[in-house]
DNA sequence: CATGAATGAGTGTTCATTCAT
DNA sequence: AATGAATGAACACTCATTCAT
């Protein structure tokens, strides 16, 4: 447990994050570029270090994946209460939040196509999104419902996936938005009386 | 100049065509598997044939592609004007088509993922499908929004992408139901006064 | 035997080597293109017949070129005692005789670089070849050497093949004069007193 | 930088060169056989190695060509110069330097034909066996043209390439001695008058 | 601990050759 | 006899992953 402010980890320890660092913006960089298949030796010559040392640090691809994404997944998961409490309805806050999620993902270009990926390497990949995202999902969603603005009948794992597919594949095609896709989508969720 | 019901082709052709199909059937076979990325070896061997069979048939990925999958969407492609003139409404219609097309692209699993795929290998694929579809599902839109039941501002082109993205990669996901959040979408469309 | 006169031969006879006609000319102009490997199927399609055809006429490769060059090395062979008769020297005939096998070879790009060739699927080429050149050159360096004009110390079978070589993969090197260098090697059998 | 003697280069290159070196030795061993085409599998195999080594020691085949035969090449270049300064004449310089190269050329089996090869993937290789030789050769025909020896329209370029020809496709031909045919070829260029 | 050399399975693709029709 | 469909060996090349140094 390496507290910011404990007296144990010596000099090494700084060495180490600022090491893993460096391989997280080099796998960010290259998964930009290539996608979250990104050959392993791309992203080792960006970080300018050899590839075991990648493996030591992620053993798995999905490990790396995972890191590299973690806090912005992180602070997508932490946004949902807040908007909930802060936006005019809990149907705004829903519509608030995906836009939070969108951004994300479209930007990470090669992401949301990875999460569509049924390739095992991506598994513990998908169980993370899944495991931070859902619940969060789901809040809103039931808070809307509970406020009769929309269906109650769509769950929060099938929205998250609905709105990760939309945004699949996106690179570079301009007659496609995905964002007013989603709209579309979450337009749609609307209690039809 | 095969002429219908001709009894002008030659034997062979009768074995060629039968071959042909078993082909066809394997890629299908093939491609729910593995994806429309399925090994030519694969796809030989399900059909009990040589691979350089496959590569006299089809020389190019995209052919093979676009042959197991012409039939269905060209089916697809006349039934948009019958809906039009048979359904209650041209929401209705929408409705409709989007639910046969819908039926086609989940029963193939993998088809949609590879519509997504910006390999120049399936160029060809993206084309047909494109060429065949988007005129279709343009003038189901366009006859919606002119009787005033949807919005305007979403074209052929970009419906069809969201509807394959939403298709994409459900292959034995049971807590995930394509059809359901199509039909989100297709509600969302729903003119908002 | 199927003279040109003879009652036996019916249309067929004239068909088949009417047929076979084709097939060399379109061997030929395949070598020309493509060299002495060019692919089967590439001939079949030039002369507008099925590949089995052409194993029916020639079933190796080899017999195929030998074929196709037959008359060039029969008219080649036969010069050799003309020349002989009717040049000033031997020396001179040599010259001319070997001026005329450049010729043939410098046309038939391809052909020296298939003679070279070890692979056994040109044993029977190099053995025509051979056969019913090497006495032709060896009584021309016999008579010459005969005359006291060139070394005697060379054989008919050891000039042809350097005369061969010396034409080898010359197609398009326009900095490189197989004649010439043939000449000086004519020139350098001189006997050295 | 590694310096002459120096003790700097860690211990890996110590191994990595003396696998080079077998790499170096299997594909010598494998042209020789095959020719400069041999099946990278086949060099891999003789050299107890995987493919994918050849592969990250010598990206194109050119590259591993050209390794295999640097050393020898050089060797050739630097003497033309030593000879031109210790033979009695300039045309007895260039008769020992062609021996040389002939030398050179017959006991590595397979490259004389390569060096005849078109194809793009052995450009490299042709240049630099024409970089390296062809000035070499030049400057002794020069020499002896200058001293009125030989002809003085024969180019380096020329001469190089019908000894390289002379050489191709030797192999186990007993009825054939390439290097009394080059010795022809430059007794050929002897002045003439 | 880091390095990067080595491994080798996996895949596309070409063509000579055979043989059913 | 002719056809051309089918076969399958052969080869190049890429990368994820392991492990000696």
Same mark, same amino acid.
């Given at each position: 447990m390496p507290e910011t402010g404990g007296r144990t980890s010596p000099k090494k320890r700084a060495d180490a994050r600022r090491n893993e660092q @460096?391989?997280?913006?080099?796998?960010a960089a290259a998964f930009v570029a290539s996608g979250v298949d990104?050959?392993?030796?791309? =992203? !080792? @010559?960006?970080?300018g270090v050899g590839?075991?040392?990648?493996y030591r640090h992620f053993p798995?691809?999905?490990?790396?994946? =995972? !890191?590299?994404y973690r806090h912005q997944v992180d602070a997508c998961a932490k946004a949902g209460p807040t908007l909930l409490a802060s936006s005019g309805t809990p149907h705004a806050a829903l519509a608030e939040w995906v836009g939070l999620f969108v951004d994300?993902?479209?930007t990470k270009h090669g992401l949301a196509s990875a999460l569509q990926?049924?390739?095992?390497?991506?598994?513990?990949?998908?169980?993370?999104?899944?495991?931070r995202l859902v619940p969060v999902c789901a809040q809103l969603l039931e808070a809307a419902a509970a406020a009769g603005e929309i269906r109650s009948d769509v769950g929060g794992y099938e929205l998250l996936r609905a709105i990760g597919n939309l945004c699949a594949g996106v690179e570079g095609d301009t007659r496609y938005d995905a964002r007013r896709m989603v709209e579309l989508l979450i337009a749609g969720l609307r209690r039809s009386e």
């Open positions: @460096t391989l997280l913006d080099a796998a990104a050959p392993v030796r791309d =992203i !080792a @010559t960006r970080a590839m075991g040392t990648i798995t691809r999905a490990d790396l994946v =995972i !890191a590299v994300f993902l479209v990926s049924d390739s095992a390497r991506f598994e513990a990949l998908h169980a993370y999104f899944l495991d």
